[in-house]
């Protein structure tokens, strides 16, 4: 049984089969840039790794968490979540209301148009194909106790989509 897994996972002789994708620069050094089973692939064929934009977007002060959508889909969106540090910042700077919660901010102006910032900046790492057209701002966190990541704090990205359907769906003119 031991053989039969390492010969599945030995490609031609050459390859170890990690279900990581990567690419080559110029200088031929390989770069991680996800997870074969995490790639999204629109429906224009275009093969696009959730992990940069997501990366990048997570380490703006403002945001909690970030999921890239996209698989089957026309374009690229992105589904995120506030930090509750940030937001408690940024409306102190801004002379919102004092203890607004994420949900209270969800359709916010100034803070859409601040995010939307984030998400061309983050655009600007990828290309036209793969940048994020439209996001969504959720009143909750994912969490592990909601499901939403893994011990690891790793997405769980069925049980998103599953409970946010109806966001991820109005993003693509859709739904509600």
Same mark, same amino acid.
């Given at each position: 049984a031991i053989r039969r897994q390492r010969q599945m996972c030995i490609k031609d002789r050459e390859w170890f089969a990690t279900g990581d994708v990567g690419e080559l620069d110029a200088e031929g +050094?390989?770069?991680?840039?996800?997870r074969k089973k995490d790639l999204l692939i629109t429906t224009g064929g275009k093969n696009v790794a959730p992990a940069p934009l997501e990366d990048w977007l997570r380490a703006h002060p403002l945001v909690g968490q970030c999921m890239v959508v996209g698989d089957a889909r026309p374009y690229i969106t !992105? @589904?995120?979540?506030?930090e509750a540090d940030g937001i408690g910042h940024w409306c102190r700077m801004r002379k919102k209301k004092e203890g607004s919660t994420p949900a209270d901010l969800v359709d916010d102006a100034d803070l859409r148009e601040t995010l939307q910032r984030a998400v061309d900046e983050a655009n600007k790492l990828v290309s036209r194909a793969e940048s994020i057209r439209r996001f969504a701002v959720l009143p909750v966190d994912f969490t592990e106790q909601s499901g939403h990541l893994t011990p690891s704090l790793k997405l769980r990205?069925?049980?998103? $989509?599953?409970?946010? !359907?109806? $966001?991820i769906e109005g @993003? +693509?003119?859709?739904?509600?």
């Open positions: +050094y390989l770069s991680i840039t996800g !992105a @589904l995120i979540t506030l990205r069925a049980a998103v $989509e599953r409970d946010f !359907a109806a $966001e @993003l +693509y003119g859709h739904g509600r």
